[in-house]
Every structure is written in structure tokens, then in C-alpha cells.
């Protein structure tokens, strides 16, 4: 091979090194400024849930209380009945809402990120718009 034939070899895989360089700093600007983002919805998205647990769990333990002895009254029911008939609701609903629970947790990417990704792959199979 000729010494200029050496030369655009190089300066290729000098290109496509810088390509892929640039490609992977912008993923990785766009991923800090995506985790900056949720990092601060999460924390406070996970404050407020907590409070709500919080007053959740004795409301539902007022509740509770109250179902028990409703139940006692009106059916004549022992504790352990009530309290068995009362658990079994609480594990369904609490299938439940893991089950919608995990389904709205997950979250889409940001538009930056699907743009980015988009461009990227274009760029690199060399499809144009």
C-alpha cells in the first residue's frame, strides 16, 4: 500500500472514532440531565408518598377496627372469623394495587433521549432523512 492510501485509512478511523466520541458524549449529557431530573421527582414524589402511607395505614386501621366490629354485630361472627374474612379482602386488594402499581411505575423516556438515539442509529447505519 502507498503511504497516501495509509494516510485515508487512518483518517477514516479517525472519523468515525470522532463520530462515535461525540455520539457517546451526547448520550451521556442527556443521561445526567435525565437522572438530574427524576432524582429530584423521585425524592419528592417519594416524601409525599410516604406521608400518604403514613395516614393511609391509620385510617386503614380505624377502618379496620370498625369493619371488625360492624361485622361482629351484624353477622355474629366470632374475631377470627372477621378477621379472616377481613384479610382475605386486604390480600386482594393488595394484589391489586401491586399489580397497577407496577404497571404506572413505568416511566417513557424523555423526548431528548428518544432523539438522540434516533440520530445516533441513523448516523451510524448512514440513513439520511
Given at each position: 500500500?502507498?503511504?497516501s492510501?495509509?494516510?485515508?485509512?487512518?483518517?477514516?478511523?479517525?472519523?468515525?472514532?470522532?463520530l462515535?466520541?461525540?455520539?457517546?458524549?451526547?448520550?451521556?449529557?442527556i443521561?445526567?440531565?435525565?437522572?438530574?431530573?427524576?432524582r429530584r421527582?423521585?425524592?419528592?414524589?417519594g416524601?409525599f408518598?410516604?406521608?400518604?402511607?403514613i395516614?393511609?395505614?391509620?385510617?386503614?386501621?380505624?377502618?379496620?377496627?370498625?369493619?371488625i366490629?360492624?361485622?361482629?354485630n351484624t353477622?355474629?361472627?366470632?374475631?377470627?372469623?372477621?378477621?379472616?374474612?377481613?384479610?382475605?379482602?386486604?390480600?386482594?386488594?393488595?394484589?391489586?394495587s401491586f399489580?397497577?402499581?407496577?404497571?404506572?411505575?413505568?416511566g417513557?423516556?424523555?423526548?431528548?433521549t428518544?432523539?438522540?438515539?434516533?440520530k445516533?442509529?441513523k448516523?451510524?447505519?448512514?440513513?439520511?432523512?
Amino acid at each position: 500500500m502507498s503511504d497516501s492510501q495509509d494516510s485515508r485509512g487512518i483518517g477514516a478511523a479517525a472519523r468515525v472514532s470522532a463520530l462515535a466520541s461525540s455520539i457517546m458524549d451526547l448520550h451521556v449529557r442527556i443521561a445526567l440531565k435525565e437522572v438530574s431530573r427524576e432524582r429530584r421527582r423521585l425524592i419528592s414524589g417519594g416524601i409525599f408518598l410516604a406521608i400518604g402511607g403514613i395516614l393511609m395505614l391509620f385510617a386503614l386501621l380505624a377502618f379496620h377496627i370498625i369493619t371488625i366490629l360492624w361485622m361482629q354485630n351484624t353477622f355474629n361472627l366470632n374475631i377470627g372469623n372477621s378477621l379472616l374474612i377481613l384479610s382475605l379482602m386486604d390480600i386482594t386488594f393488595a394484589g391489586i394495587s401491586f399489580r397497577l402499581g407496577g404497571y404506572l411505575t413505568k416511566g417513557p423516556y424523555l423526548p431528548e433521549t428518544l432523539e438522540g438515539l434516533s440520530k445516533s442509529t441513523k448516523a451510524v447505519f448512514g440513513k439520511t432523512q
